[in-house]
């Protein structure tokens, strides 16, 4: 598939590799033992993009489990079974087109539903947990992963750890106000995760319990890990961009309340911090220990009184 093409798929620039790492196994499985998974036939993956989440949480799942993954893009549901084949998972596996906002199955079909970043890019988030909840059986579980995106702007490494106070509050200011226009043009809040259990309790779910993965992706010379290549290699890809390109962080930038004046002036400082960041990865001095705030939120679908 051709870049242009990739583009305009949704979340193009954020599969990669790296994705098969964002989760410890050993917490996972803690997590199994914590929902009692034993009894989980059925599990629906809603926004599986190529099937990273719904792959590495299945390994904590009893081996007849069957997964369904959903996505509205079709490439990635085709990208997603291509995966399956190459882990020799395709017997438990199966993908679909669909919309999270009209999940195509019928009422009360599945143990588990989940996902993983996906309501951070819903225009309405709490619609869509309503019908993950529609399609969840009585008694059964509701588990999603989303993160404060925000949070991860202050996370620091030997580069930034000396910036002046200025310096950090303007890089929050920045990401502020391009996650506040990403929210107010309708498409989601990047830091939803904060929100989860709250929304879980007004979705009248019981036994809310609320998680943040214990898992960092350090990053420290020599980088000798297949985990810290990857990591490093993405460093080095994203150096012309932040979170978002150019052009989709001045959209978001604009519809937070900011001026394409002061735009263009924290891109160029962004720029200026990302090249020091891929010099000193090539001079292989950089290092940081990588945290992120990714909350695991779960919650039972009430029985039939
Ligand atoms: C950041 S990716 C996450 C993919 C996957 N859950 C993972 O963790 O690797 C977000 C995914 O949600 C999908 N998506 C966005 N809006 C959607 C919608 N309304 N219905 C179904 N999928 C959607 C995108 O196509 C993309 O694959």
């Given at each position: 598939m051709s870049e242009k093409n990739r583009k305009?798929?949704?979340?193009?620039?954020?599969?990669?590799e790296a994705r098969d790492f964002w989760w410890n196994l050993d917490f996972l499985k803690l997590m199994g033992q914590r929902w009692q998974v034993g009894n989980i036939n059925t599990v629906l993956d809603v926004g599986c993009g190529q099937g990273h989440w719904?792959?590495?949480?299945?390994?904590?799942l009893p081996a007849h489990t069957?997964?369904?993954?959903?996505?509205?893009?079709?490439?990635?549901v085709e990208e997603a079974g291509r995966r399956t084949q190459y882990l020799e998972l395709e017997e438990r596996f199966s993908y679909a087109q669909g919309n999270a906002d009209a999940i195509p199955f019928?009422?009360?079909?599945?143990?588990?539903?989940?996902?993983?970043?996906?309501?951070?890019?819903?225009a309405s988030p709490f619609a869509v947990l309503e019908e993950m909840i529609r399609v969840l059986k009585p008694g059964g579980l509701l588990a999603v992963a989303e993160p404060n995106n925000l949070a991860g702007v202050l996370m620091f490494s030997n580069?930034?750890?000396?910036?002046?106070?200025?310096?950090?509050?303007?890089?929050?200011?920045?990401?502020?106000i391009c996650e506040r226009g990403k929210f107010n043009l309708g498409e989601g809040n990047s830091s939803l995760g904060d929100l989860i259990p709250?929304?879980?309790?007004q979705l009248g779910l019981q036994n809310i319990q609320t998680y943040i993965s214990d898992k960092a992706s350090?990053?420290?010379?020599?980088?000798?890990?297949r985990e810290q290549q990857v990591s490093k290699q993405l460093y080095l890809d994203w150096v012309e961009r932040g979170r978002w390109s150019r052009g989709e962080s001045l959209r978001y930038f604009l519809a937070g309340g900011g001026t394409e004046q002061a735009f263009a002036t924290y891109w160029m400082q962004m720029l200026q911090k990302n090249k020091a960041v891929e010099q000193s990865l090539l001079k292989e001095e950089f290092y940081t220990s990588g945290g992120a705030v990714m909350y695991l939120v779960s919650g039972r679908k009430p029985n039939a009184s």
């Open positions: 305009k798929l949704h979340s193009a620039d954020y599969f990669s719904g792959q590495v949480l299945s390994q904590i069957t997964v369904v993954g959903i996505d509205q893009e079709p490439q990635w019928p009422d009360c079909q599945f143990d588990l539903v989940t996902c993983q970043t996906v309501l951070i890019h819903m580069l930034s750890t000396g910036a002046s106070i200025e310096q950090i509050c303007q890089d929050v200011e920045f990401h502020a709250g929304y879980f309790s350090p990053l420290f010379p020599p980088y000798a890990s």
